[in-house]
C-alpha cells in the first residue's frame, strides 16, 4: 500500500477462475485459494466482488449485458457501468470472479470503489453493498433515493502493447473520450507515435 503498487503471491488471484486454474491439482497457495473460493460462488446466487483501483477514477460497476443483470446494477447507486467485459476479456484478462459466476448463470458484479488511497473509497463500497442487500430484500434500505441515471459504456477492442513497451501521451482518466487522430502515446523504444484510428472512450488507463 505504501508503494500504491499491486502485489501478490506467484499468481493474480482474479485470474485464476478457469477451469485450466481449477482443475490443475495445483498447491499453489493463490490456486488453493481460488478453488475455495469458486465452490462457495457454486453455492451462492449472488456476487458482489469489491475492488480498488491504484488510480483515481469515478466509481464504476462491471456488469454483463443481460437484463437481469443491468435491472440489479441500475439500483446499487452508481451510475458508470462497463458491459462487455464477458466478451472481450479472452485469454488476457479472463478468470475474474465475476466472469466465473456469470458462466454459471447467475448475476456477477465487480465493484471499483475508486482509488485505495481514496479514504471515500470505503464509503461507496458500503453504500452499493447495502444498497446490493436491500435490492435482494435481505436488509431494508436506510433511505429512499432515486436511483442516478445509468450511463452504459461498452467494452469492444482490448488494446495491448505488441512490444511491451509503452508511454501515454499523459495521465488520461478513465471514461475519456478520445477522438480518431489524438495522440494516446508512444510504442516501444523508437517511441513511435500511436494515434487513435477511431472515436471511442478510454477506458482503464493506468489501472
Not at 45 to 50: N, V
Not at 53 to 65: D, Q
Amino acid at each position: 500500500m505504501e508503494a500504491n503498487t499491486r502485489s501478490y503471491r506467484g499468481y493474480n488471484l482474479n485470474r485464476l477462475f478457469t477451469e485450466e486454474y481449477l482443475n490443475s491439482g495445483s498447491k499453489e497457495y493463490a490456486i488453493q485459494r481460488a478453488i475455495d473460493l469458486s465452490e462457495i460462488m457454486d453455492e451462492a446466487d449472488y456476487l458482489l466482488d469489491i475492488h480498488s483501483t491504484s488510480g483515481p477514477t469515478v466509481p464504476f460497476i462491471f456488469s454483463e449485458n443481460r437484463e437481469r443483470n443491468l435491472e440489479i446494477v441500475s439500483n446499487l447507486g452508481i451510475p458508470h457501468v462497463i458491459i462487455g467485459w464477458n466478451e472481450v476479456a479472452g485469454d488476457v484478462l479472463a478468470g475474474d470472479t465475476e466472469t466465473y459466476m456469470n458462466s454459471l448463470g447467475k448475476p456477477g458484479f465487480t465493484l471499483e470503489a475508486g482509488s485505495h488511497l481514496d479514504s471515500g473509497a470505503a464509503d461507496i463500497a458500503y453504500e452499493v453493498l447495502h444498497n446490493y442487500l436491500a435490492h435482494l430484500k435481505i436488509i431494508k434500505k436506510k433511505t429512499r433515493k432515486d436511483p442516478p441515471s445509468i450511463q452504459k459504456v461498452s467494452m469492444y477492442k482490448v488494446i495491448t502493447t505488441a512490444s511491451g513497451v509503452f508511454q501515454f501521451e499523459k495521465k488520461f482518466p478513465n471514461f475519456h473520450p478520445i477522438q480518431k487522430g489524438d495522440l494516446i502515446g508512444y510504442e516501444g523504444k523508437e517511441k513511435n507515435p500511436l494515434l487513435a484510428e477511431e472515436d471511442f472512450i478510454m477506458l482503464l488507463p493506468n489501472m
